[in-house]
């Protein structure tokens, strides 16, 4: 089955000799909410974390998933005017806990530290500049269809797959749109064999045509993601 978080943190000797504690979360459970008045910093070693903004309406706005060598809570070493975020764990999460000031210190200290965090930054930067392009120009079916690929892992025959399964109505939340509008899409991609979920998971059988039919709809926008 594939996994996206079997990465290592590649920062030799600094957290494996004990620098900083880990922390267990098990899946389902609330690393850090709003009311979280903590200055804890969390490094993700392995396992998924779901982050959203709850509007006043009850309906909620997903940002990407994190993962192994992404941060919760970083951004509050550097001020406390970010959105009212949850970060909740997808699956079981293991992190490493440190203070903001052993946060700032390690990024002054460190230069691995500061690359890492660099990197994930402009990542992140990067994604929500595709999403906020994608919300703004990209009809529903074709936001659906650039999640699928944006979620996709490849197996060992080169396939994008997608597990475990997410429901109609976590794909819905994740491109703002209704769980029956979701059911209705994925119904058809399966009729067409562009997808394939018979055995617990979605695996994306003509992924040529998800990307040619986004890269049609976002016009001159370049849609082609790594492979991972």
Not at 38 to 57: H, N, R, W
Not at 74 to 101: C, I, K, R
Not at 119 to 131: D, N, P, S, V
Not at 155 to 166: F, K, Q
């Amino acid at each position: 089955m594939a996994s996206r978080t079997a990465t290592l943190i590649p920062l030799p000797g600094l957290f494996l000799g004990g620098r900083f504690p880990k922390r267990q979360f098990a899946k389902g459970s609330f690393i850090k909410q709003p009311d979280d008045r903590s200055d804890s910093i969390y490094l993700i070693e392995a396992g998924k974390v779901a982050t959203f903004f709850l509007g006043p309406q009850g309906h909620d706005v997903p940002f990407p998933e994190l993962e192994a060598g992404d941060f919760v809570g970083d951004l509050s070493a550097f001020g406390n005017d970010e959105p009212a975020t949850y970060f909740q764990a997808v699956e079981d999460t293991t992190v490493l806990v440190m203070s903001q000031g052993q946060f700032r210190d390690a990024l002054r200290s460190l230069p691995d530290f500061a690359e890492l965090v660099a990197k994930t930054l402009c990542g992140h930067l990067r994604t929500m500049r595709r999403l906020y392009i994608e919300n703004r120009l990209l009809p529903m079916k074709m936001r659906l269809y650039s999640e699928l690929l944006r979620y996709g892992v490849r197996d060992g025959h080169g396939r994008l797959r997608i597990s475990p399964m997410p429901t109609h109505a976590e794909l819905a939340r994740k491109i703002a749109s209704q769980r029956e509008t979701v059911t209705k899409q994925m119904s058809q991609l399966a009729k067409m064999g562009v997808v394939d979920n018979s055995d617990g998971f979605i695996t994306i059988v003509d992924e040529a045509y998800l990307r040619s039919e986004v890269s049609k709809a976002l016009g001159v926008m370049d849609h082609q993601q790594e492979n991972r």
